[in-house]
């Protein structure tokens, strides 16, 4: 039951991450056709800049728990990965009650100022001429921040069970580093060779 509950966190964190990828494929289309018009027929866009920071601002806030439930914000694992998995849970959990949560919370509500004033005088960029509305990309700041926070209670939970059971729970796997995928696929074909020479 509880296996399930954190695997519904995390594929809602995947959800979002994976809707909000989308903003690459969008911010790419609308750098290329910038880059064509500027240099090509010399008539740049007026909204070009603002919407490359709009869409990159909201990939960055919202893909933020999709990239906790996979362990892929940047960490020092150099000691990390030689420790025990009950180390690991113990140490994991003092930073996320020290440090994660109190940070989260404060941008939650630190955000929800920013969003909340932003929306009431309807932001627009100051950045160019064509005053494209930005209250939306701040409104994002508090989600952002409250879908850490779900994230991060699930996080503890599993460093509550690495605690407990002396292993990590099973975590969503939808992507895969490439690094991870030559690594096993180069296991597979090294235990293939060594087959081979058995059966002769």
Request: proline fraction near 4%; charged fraction near 15%; include cysteine.
């Amino acid at each position: 039951m509880l296996q399930k509950f954190l695997l519904a966190i995390d594929r809602f964190s995947m959800a979002v991450g994976h809707a909000f990828a989308w903003c690459i494929v969008i911010l790419t289309l609308g750098t290329s056709y910038e880059v064509f018009v500027r240099y090509v027929l010399n008539d740049p866009t007026a909204w070009a800049f603002d919407m490359s920071y709009i869409l990159y601002g909201g990939l960055f806030l919202m893909s933020g728990a999709y990239a906790l439930s996979r362990n892929a914000h940047v960490r020092g694992d150099v000691l990390y990965r030689l420790w025990p998995a009950r180390v690991q849970g113990s140490v994991e959990l003092v930073l996320y009650l020290i440090f994660f949560f109190p940070g989260v919370t404060s941008l939650i509500i630190a955000g929800f100022g920013y969003a909340h004033d932003s929306f009431g005088y309807r932001e627009v960029s100051v950045n160019s001429p064509v005053g494209v509305p930005i209250w939306q990309l701040k409104a994002l700041i508090p989600l952002a921040g409250l879908m850490l926070f779900i994230q991060g209670v699930a996080q503890v939970i599993r460093c509550i069970l690495a605690i407990r059971d002396g292993e990590w729970p099973k975590m969503l796997k939808d992507v895969e580093e490439m690094e991870s995928a030559i690594a096993a696929e180069l296991g597979r074909l090294q235990l293939q060779t060594e087959q081979k020479g058995k059966v002769k």
